[in-house]
């Protein structure tokens, strides 16, 4: 007996117009769907992003107080590829990010600020779809905002943010989670692809760090590769996947 072929990979809703994606470091976006997110910008959807960190402790021959800055700045030029102007950093510390009440209470914040209707986030799960080990920044992070979607609509929870002027907000409809190794939907790669390896490429030190590959050969190939992974659930066609939990 053989396993039966996992479900076709429904289309991402598309009757929003403002999302907030929030990940752990620089990068994680543009690794993740910046192609869906240049197709939702190019769309007149408003979308902003918030990090927890500034990837400082990401490139092993960079002191974090050099790398910091840098890797904001190529977040910001990497956000701009895909049109996305508004670019927020929580200053939480790379590489050991706690999931807990701070977490969740920022994050609230931001969604409290932003008001969106789809929130972003990269794999909260242990593994990605490969059995490889996620890291505990991207877990902590993922599950977060998960519980964080939910907090920004309470009022009892962190009644500290309505004294600072954030009233509650309980528009968020849904929570996609990308790169995770069970997605439900998908946006088509196609329209935002070029995009996509332009804001990959912005983050230029990091990848000359992480790879001797020629860096666009390496961004087109990878993101390549990930968009395709998915056709045959998804009629065909290269996909930005999501798992899609809705609120």
Same mark, same amino acid.
């Given at each position: 007996m053989?396993?039966?072929?996992p479900a076709p990979l429904r289309s991402m809703p598309d009757d929003w117009r403002r999302a907030l994606a929030v990940v752990a470091h620089p990068d994680d976006l543009e690794y993740g769907c910046s192609a869906?997110?240049?197709?939702?910008?190019?769309?007149?959807k408003d979308v902003a992003y918030l990090l927890a960190t500034r990837g400082e402790a990401g490139i092993d021959t960079l002191d974090p107080g050099r790398?910091? *800055?840098?890797?904001?700045?190529?977040?910001?030029? /990497?956000?701009?590829?895909?049109? +996305?102007?508004?670019?927020?950093?929580?200053?939480?510390?790379?590489?050991?990010?706690?999931?807990g009440a701070s977490l969740r209470r920022d994050i609230a914040a931001a969604v409290r600020r932003h008001r969106p209707e789809l929130v972003i986030t990269l794999n909260h799960r242990d593994t990605w779809a490969a059995g490889a080990?996620?890291? *505990?920044?991207?877990?902590? +992070?993922?599950? /977060?905002?998960?519980d964080a979607a939910a907090d920004a609509g309470n009022r009892w929870i962190f009644p500290e943010l309505a004294e600072?002027?954030?009233? *509650?907000?309980?528009? +968020?409809r849904w929570v996609a989670v990308a790169n995770s190794p069970t997605p439900s939907h998908a946006v088509s790669a196609e329209p935002g692809f070029e995009q996509g390896v332009?804001?990959?490429?912005?983050?230029?030190t990091y990848l000359e760090a992480l790879t001797a590959e020629d860096p666009e050969t390496y961004a087109r190939r990878f993101l390549g590769e990930s968009t395709g992974v998915h056709r045959a659930r998804f009629d065909g066609a290269p996909a930005v996947a999501f798992e899609l939990f809705s609120r």
């Open positions: 053989t396993d039966s072929a869906a997110v240049a197709s939702w910008v190019a769309d007149g790398a910091g *800055p840098l890797r904001e700045a190529e977040q910001r030029a /990497a956000a701009a590829a895909v049109g +996305v102007r508004a670019v927020e950093f929580l200053d939480h510390r790379d590489g050991v990010i706690e999931y080990w996620n890291t *505990p920044d991207h877990v902590a +992070v993922g599950r /977060a905002v998960l600072q002027g954030l009233v *509650p907000w309980n528009g +968020v332009r804001s990959l490429l912005r983050h230029r």
